[in-house]
């Protein structure tokens, strides 16, 4: 990152402040994503517009923000740890003074994606059940069944099928049943994403940024570290959809009739190549894209905007 002065606090305000951000303004299409990626046989869903259409007239333009409360509360969190530990694995790593080297960027990748993994498979477990039960409804009205017929309980068998369960209800109920490994299910598939996407994004993005440097304040402008941020983060988001693919089947625990349950990684990637061929690991591929390059591009422009220090000086 640009400025390597930056104490640890600062830098998870600044992250954490980037990703309320970033979240805030992408989050309707991140709950496409998720419904696209979750639907197979009978289509739903044409595309992100007719996902995004269906979702206001169905549930109203709330409907879009089904789940933020949950991302909101932990992309603070989240966002900083991974943004501050790329930071930090960076120092360590050149602490010689080098300022390239391609393989030393990507192990602070490696580093920051297991730390980011560690908040980020519960929370997205968690969104993910919220943002996929619209679908769920959906698949009920298009069924002339009853919701008792045609929506499956959650997999621990007694977790509640209220149409809109909240975030509250399913991380009790999911505890109960299964402890923390409940909560973490899928926690080897967000592994499988987030450690490769963060290998390509970081020194993608360094590199990118160092093009527009200045020489008198060290930093590229707030537009330069936007683009970068957002050209680094759709090639990276881009080439791990296959990824995120099995991550949200595996982590989706309420199904519709027709829906597949997975038992582990290579159980659902084999179910999806023979049932829905090789090009269903790219579902939402153009999403994840459309979500990642702004959410990227705002948080590197507003980290590098140094608010965190800002802030502690005022308190300080």
Request: proline fraction near 3%.
């Amino acid at each position: 990152m640009a400025n390597e002065k930056i104490s640890a606090p600062a830098k998870l305000i600044n992250g954490g402040m980037a990703g309320l951000v970033g979240v805030t303004c992408v989050f309707p299409i991140d709950l496409a994503k998720t419904r696209l990626q979750n639907q197979h046989g009978k289509m739903v869903y044409r595309g992100i517009v007719d996902c995004l259409v269906k979702t206001i007239h169905a549930e109203g333009f709330l409907g879009m923000y089904r789940g933020v409360a949950v991302n909101l509360a932990l992309v603070t969190l989240e966002k900083g740890i991974k943004l501050a530990a790329n930071d930090s694995f960076r120092e360590l790593l050149f602490v010689d003074g080098s300022k390239k080297n391609l393989l030393k960027e990507m192990l602070a990748g490696c580093g920051a994606g297991i730390c980011q993994a560690v908040i980020t498979s519960p929370m997205e477990m968690l969104k993910i059940q919220l943002q996929d039960a619209g679908r769920l409804a959906m698949n009920q009205q298009r069924s002339f069944t009853s919701a008792a017929s045609l929506i499956r309980p959650y997999i621990t068998g007694s977790i509640s099928t209220t149409k809109h369960p909240s975030a509250i209800v399913i991380t009790w109920e999911v505890y109960r049943a299964q402890g923390l490994r409940g909560l973490y299910r899928g926690f080897g598939a967000t592994l499988m994403r987030d450690i490769p996407f963060s290998v390509i994004y970081f020194p993608l993005f360094a590199n990118l940024n160092n093009l527009g440097l200045n020489e008198a304040t060290g930093k590229a402008s707030f537009i330069f570290s936007f683009a970068s941020g957002c050209l680094a983060g759709s090639v990276a988001a881009i080439v791990v959809t296959p990824f995120d693919v099995l991550k949200t089947r595996i982590q989706t625990l309420r199904k519709s009739l027709g829906d597949e349950n997975y038992n582990g990684i290579v159980d659902c990637a084999r179910k999806i190549w023979t049932q829905e061929g090789p090009a269903a690991f790219m579902k939402g591929a153009g999403c994840r894209a459309l979500v990642i390059a702004p959410l990227f591009g705002i948080a590197q422009a507003v980290y590098f905007m140094s608010i965190g220090e800002k802030i502690l000086n005022i308190f300080l």
